[in-house]
């Protein structure tokens, strides 16, 4: 059945999507976001659940002309709320390569004499600052996976804000940081505390190792 693509139910599905396709393909240097949601159709399948599927374009934050076309699956599990969403994707088309920016970043962090440590980013004006950009993007990325991970058909969440984060000194050859991170649940409004541990490595990309919602959260 086809979907209007401005309707709840298609802008929930894609939002799921893109969240997986910025995890699995995202890090400092790119973190992709959705300009269009072009079409969305839907199908009940038995005793299985609810699948879209989207026909997306998707932008780079960082260089907006940079633009890759993408179709993707979204399949909701009937009843069990614990099971994430089933996504699959196909981009079509080559993005644009991070290689110098990730080496750039990665040399950065691990010549630091002391761990780096970072809160309230973006501040209360939105404003970040340059340094910490790879930073903002990183947390972006491996929000995707808290997004993928924790969507029901009844709700959309997107990072808000990264309360707190910390390096911490490894002995291998990954970055690791702690995050507190917000994510904003777009149906109810909820601002809701997460904790994340992200790894990441120019060669082997991001990855979420730990992520946990806190307690309390507060009103959009």
Known sequence: MELPPAQFPSRRAAAVA?????????????????????????????????????????EDVLDKDSTVNCTAEVLYHLGNKNIAPDVQFTLEGELKSTEEADHVFYTRIRSLEKELVAEN??????????????LHLLAWVASGYLVWQNSTENTQLQLAQIKHVKQVRRSDEYLQFDYLVLLHEMVSQEIIPW??????????????????????HTSG
Not at 197 to 215: I, M
């Open 121 to 134: 980013i973006p501040d209360s004006h939105g404003h970040v600052p340059p340094e910490l950009e790879p």
């Open 195 to 216: 904790e994340m541990t992200v790894l990441w490595h120019p060669r082997d990309g991001v990855r979420v190792t730990r992520e946990s919602r806190q307690p309390g």
């Open 18 to 58: 893109v969240a997986f396709l910025r995890y699995r393909r995202g890090g400092p240097g790119r973190a992709l976001r959705l300009r269009e949601l072009r079409r969305a159709r839907t199908e009940d399948i038995k005793d299985v659940g609810h699948k879209y599927y989207l026909e997306l374009e998707l």
